[in-house]
């Protein structure tokens, strides 16, 4: 038998080491890459965890659904971030890989104390490192509370195991707290206690046994631990009954969560023998993918009714030959048992049973069950060929190959997760009738001015999906920026047909009003979007914009200022509010201490790389009377105009400056901004 009985301390210390140093360099490439994705939802677009560390955020986490999840524990670790190290992606893409090499760290460790097996303790946390299927998990700055809850998910088997080894409320409230805060950070896990049972019966044998029966039932080598207290079978469950209190309490917040932010209405439009069916797939292709990481991709489209029947009759038949095979061997080789309801039961949640969004399965769903899965390969293998003659020689070439090649394939699937473009190009490489994925796709290339190639990717996701109302609204958006106004009236007009209340599509439609002319057409749209949702910052800012037009700047400055409170980081609204309240020939508007601290942000948000906006703040400080600030910054914002070839901007800035260096301010108009559509 491959299995070390008396650990030596240095070999230990060595393999937390090599573990540690591997993880490393298997995902060390993240910190290269971009937010994608829904980290805009996480991170870069919510106000509160922009803000960082404050009472008021704070509060939010706590009392506010987030993503359509109650984690308070995931907020206030981006949050952290933020205030640490602002919007820096590298940053917050080393914490998610260091949560990573803590879980692994805390695996390996829980699981050479459970069962004193060195190697197979250290094979299964060495897959469960490098795996490229866990990549979504660490590279993805949204799934945070992925590595998160897994930190307390570990904390917790770790408390418990103590309190295994020496029952005491003391110990058993460590395990219950440290559950509280996993299920605070994702609801993932609520089938820890179902977990915390089956390391009763393997490898702690916490069941209660007569000794005749207890031999028999095992090899020796399977004896492991006799320190652990058994008890029966009853008492064992009725101990985990207070686990269960936060879990029910969990499920009920994340259901109630999901259900305000309308996750769950795919699953209204599915039937169970739909789910059932899927989920059966699912549990199947999990495994595919845990031994051949192939076409691994962000997103799977859920088939709904296009499933070939043919699949989940065989996936069925291919778990129930598994499960009868485990059942029978498990009476003797109990660790088949636990790995493979482990890997059934902690997958339940999220095996599409009760449908949350538009996926058939995810690859990030496997970050914990997948661990049932290598603790029957690592034990399994151990013992078929443990009593070879160089059987244990065998199993570490092996597995050194093994994990070479997993290293190798991580750090490819990485590339992958550089930016957008390079996420939704690979899934659209890997995956078929991907609408969602076209149109992320073609919302990358639109934002980058890629209008003709943006616009094939809307077409094929409209193709694919025909009633696909973003894919309608962005390809309107299309026409917008290219100046075809009755094509992209056409596509927001179709869009509101069928969602008449669609603020987007209204605020769109009014843009184009707005630049054909008919102004006052264009003001009762945004005003309508105001009516369904007042505090959508695109209708207040183009408001805004036209009531500066007309000359209102009362009106102006009290829609750019909603516009800043809904969306803090609209850097075109907090320069226009800024230009206004200093450079207003009206004393009544101006006000040079808000126009400061308005331009500060603006340039803050930019990195002072605008030359724009510098020039705004030379402005607010010539008219608070800092000429000396003023003076500076506009000197900047002359080199800066000029490194850019903008000629006009930088002549007019130089204007101003003279009249700095005589002490005067500034009055007049504002620089323009295009900030009009969605």
Aim: glycine content about 4%; hydrophobic content about 45%.
């Amino acid at each position: 038998m491959v299995s070390e009985r008396i650990p030596n301390k240095s070999y230990v210390l060595l393999t937390y080491v090599v573990l540690a140093l591997a993880t490393f360099i298997a995902f060390e490439q993240v910190r290269h890459n971009e937010f994608v994705y829904d980290d805009s939802i996480y991170v870069t677009d919510s106000p509160q965890v922009k803000e960082g560390l404050t009472y008021q955020s704070v509060l939010w986490a706590f009392t506010t659904p987030h993503a359509a999840f109650w984690h308070p524990l995931t907020s206030l670790s981006h949050m952290l971030d933020c205030h640490l190290f602002g919007l820096n992606p590298s940053w917050h893409h080393l914490t998610n890989l260091l949560f990573h090499i803590a879980n692994t760290l805390l695996l390996f460790g829980i699981l050479k104390r459970m069962t004193g097996a060195i190697w197979q303790s250290g094979f299964v946390a060495a897959a469960f490192a490098l795996h490229p299927l866990h990549v979504e998990s660490v590279a993805w700055v949204a799934e945070r509370k992925d590595v998160l809850s897994s930190f307390f998910w570990m904390l917790t088997m770790a408390a418990y195991v103590r309190y295994a080894e020496r029952p005491t409320v003391r110990r058993y409230l460590l395990a219950f707290l440290a559950l509280c805060l996993g299920l605070m950070a994702k609801p993932m896990l609520v089938t820890l206690p179902f977990v915390l049972l089956l390391l009763d019966y393997w490898p702690l044998g916490r069941f209660q046994w007569s000794r005749q029966n207890r031999e028999n039932a095992l090899p020796q080598s399977e004896l492991l631990k006799v320190g652990y207290k058994s008890s029966s079978a009853r008492h064992l469950v009725v101990e985990k009954i207070p686990l269960l209190v936060p879990v029910a309490v969990s499920s009920i917040i994340a259901f109630a969560a999901q259900q305000s932010a309308g996750a769950l209405k795919q699953a209204e439009s599915l039937t169970l023998n739909v789910r059932i069916a899927n989920a059966l797939v699912s549990y199947v292709s999990y495994i595919v993918k845990m031994f051949y990481p192939r076409h691994l991709a962000v997103l799977y489209p859920h088939m709904v009714d296009r499933l070939p029947l043919w699949q989940p009759i065989v996936s069925f038949l291919i778990l129930a030959v598994v499960s009868a095979v485990v059942i029978y061997a498990g009476r003797r080789r109990r660790y088949l048992a636990v790995g493979w309801l482990w890997y059934l039961g902690t997958l339940v949640p999220v095996s599409g049973l009760i449908q949350v969004g538009s996926h058939a399965m995810a690859d990030r769903y496997t970050y914990l069950p997948s661990i049932g899965i290598f603790i029957m390969v690592a034990w399994g293998a151990a013992e078929l060929v443990g009593r070879l003659r160089y059987g244990r020689t065998l199993l570490r070439i092996s597995a050194g190959l093994l994990f070479a090649v997993l290293i190798i394939c991580t750090r490819i699937q990485i590339k992958h997760w550089q930016n957008d473009l390079t996420l939704y190009g690979h899934t659209l490489e890997v995956t078929k009738s991907n609408y969602i994925m076209h149109n992320n796709y073609g919302y990358s290339l639109f934002e980058r001015g890629r209008f003709d190639e943006a616009a094939e990717h809307f077409a094929e996701a409209l193709r694919i999906k025909p009633g696909y109302l973003v894919a309608r609204n962005n390809m309107g958006r299309v026409f917008l920026a290219q100046e075809k106004f009755d094509k992209a009236v056409e596509c927001f007009t179709e869009v509101l047909q069928l969602e008449p209340d669609n603020t987007n599509a209204i605020n769109n439609l009014g843009t184009v009003m707005k630049k054909q002319g008919k102004t006052d057409e264009a003001v009762k749209k945004w005003k309508k979007v105001i009516e369904i949702d007042p505090a959508q910052p695109y209708a207040h800012f183009n408001l805004g914009a036209v009531y500066y037009e007309r000359g209102r700047l009362d009106l102006a400055i009290i829609h750019w200022t909603e516009t800043v409170k809904s969306k803090p980081d609209s850097i075109d609204a907090l320069n226009n509010l800024a230009w206004v309240l200093a450079a207003s020939e009206d004393t009544k508007f101006r006000n040079p201490v808000d126009a400061i601290k308005f331009a500060e942000r603006a340039c803050e948000l930019t990195e002072y790389n605008r030359a724009d906006f510098l020039d705004t703040l030379a402005v607010a400080y010539a008219a608070a009377g800092r000429f000396t600030h003023a003076i500076e910054t506009a000197e900047k914002a002359v080199k800066l105009a000029q490194s850019t070839d903008k000629k006009v901007l930088a002549a007019e800035i130089q204007e101003r400056l003279q009249l700095y260096k005589t002490g005067h301010s500034y009055l007049e108009k504002q620089p323009w901004s295009n900030e009009t559509t969605r």
